[in-house]
C-alpha cells in the first residue's frame, strides 16, 4: 500500500480558490494568522512551502471546509 503523498502546488492553488471564493485578499489572511508580514502566504500559494497543521486548521475555520478539503495529494 503506497502512503499518500501532499502536492504543495496544487495544494497552494486550492487554498488560492478558497481565498478567492471567500473575496479575502493575501493581506486579509496575513492579519487573520497574525503575521508580520504576507511571505509565508505567497510561499503557500506558489506551493513552495506548507502551512503549519496549526495553520491549515486556522484556515479551515477561516474558509468553512474541513483540512481535508485544502490538502490535495496523490
Partial sequence: ???PV???VATGRRINELRTANHLSV???KEYLGFATTNAVYKWLKGES???VDNLL???LLFR???NEMIVYH
Fill in 1 to 3: 500500500m503506497e502512503l
Fill in 65 to 67: 471546509v474541513s483540512m
Fill in 58 to 60: 486556522a484556515l479551515s
Fill in 50 to 52: 506548507m502551512p503549519t
Fill in 27 to 29: 493581506a486579509d489572511i
Fill in 6 to 8: 501532499i502536492d504543495p
